[in-house]
């Protein structure tokens, strides 16, 4: 069942106008028309929208509220949440240029990767990274939390964005890729004919010439 408080940064217990104004936030930060209309945005805008909907209404949250207690004491873990693995599929890049971040947890009802919000348990997503800080790195944090627990664990990865010489060498060698080594024998071959050309003139001009 969905965490409508997670998807927007609530607790249980706020009032009507702390969801409203966590609303009004969220949605101007991921409105699709805001970025670009990326899919992601526009999946987390629904959420957030769905979310809004249901907690702004008091009788329809005092029914989902009921169901959440319910759905959570059934399904939580009372194991720590762990993270078996988080990767991306390059660590140095280009500004623009996409990354594929795969992650697998464990015993976790509530998994996020900042900052690009909350995910399955388990996946792969394609990113598109544009915003280094000054040193030239982008963070990357995987969030897995046990509710029940309330413990979280987190793992990081830092991309790196290429420098300039980097992505001009990367250029040219997508343009100029580097050709194979000519073999020596090839190269030699019409030296070694030219030489042998030479030595046979010279005998035949030795031969009329001196005896």
């Not at 008091?58 to 988080?86: C, H, M, N, W």
């Not at 420098?163 to 073999?183: D, K, N, T, V």
């Given at each position: 069942?969905?965490?409508?408080?997670?998807?927007?940064?609530?607790?249980?217990?706020?009032?009507?106008?702390?969801?409203?104004?966590?609303?009004?936030?969220?949605s101007l930060k991921y409105h699709p028309d805001r970025n670009d209309n990326d899919p992601y945005?526009?999946?987390?805008?629904?959420?957030?929208?769905?979310?809004?909907?249901?907690?702004?209404?008091?009788?329809?949250?005092?029914?989902?509220?009921?169901?959440?207690?319910?759905?959570?004491?059934?399904?939580?873990?009372?194991?720590?949440?762990?993270?078996?693995?988080?990767?991306?599929?390059?660590?140095?890049?280009?500004?623009?240029?996409?990354?594929?971040?795969?992650?697998?947890?464990?015993?976790?009802?509530?998994?996020?990767?900042?900052?690009?919000?909350?995910?399955?348990?388990?996946?792969?997503?394609?990113?598109?990274?544009?915003?280094?800080?000054?040193?030239?790195?982008?963070?990357?944090?995987?969030?897995?939390?046990?509710?029940?627990?309330?413990?979280?664990?987190?793992?990081?990865?830092?991309?790196?964005?290429?420098?300039?010489?980097?992505?001009?060498?990367?250029?040219?060698?997508?343009?100029?890729?580097?050709?194979?080594?000519?073999?020596?024998?090839?190269?030699?071959?019409?030296?070694?004919?030219?030489?042998a050309a030479a030595v046979v003139l010279i005998l035949m001009l030795y031969v009329l010439f001196?005896?």
């Amino acid at each position: 069942m969905k965490d409508y408080y997670y998807f927007l940064g609530v607790k249980r217990d706020d009032s009507p106008e702390e969801i409203r104004k966590a609303y009004r936030k969220l949605s101007l930060k991921y409105h699709p028309d805001r970025n670009d209309n990326d899919p992601y945005f526009a999946d987390r805008f629904r959420e957030i929208k769905e979310a809004y909907e249901i907690l702004s209404d008091p009788e329809a949250r005092a029914i989902y509220d009921k169901k959440l207690g319910r759905t959570q004491k059934a399904t939580r873990s009372e194991l720590p949440p762990v993270i078996k693995s988080f990767h991306a599929n390059k660590i140095r890049i280009r500004p623009g240029e996409p990354v594929i971040l795969s992650w697998k947890t464990h015993n976790a009802d509530v998994v996020k990767i900042k900052p690009y919000g909350l995910v399955d348990s388990h996946g792969e997503r394609r990113v598109t990274i544009e915003d280094f800080d000054t040193t030239g790195k982008f963070q990357i944090i995987l969030h897995a939390t046990n509710t029940l627990l309330n413990r979280t664990v987190a793992q990081g990865i830092t991309i790196t964005e290429l420098a300039p010489g980097e992505i001009i060498r990367a250029q040219e060698q997508a343009i100029h890729p580097e050709e194979p080594a000519e073999e020596i024998g090839s190269a030699t071959g019409p030296l070694m004919i030219v030489l042998a050309a030479a030595v046979v003139l010279i005998l035949m001009l030795y031969v009329l010439f001196f005896r």
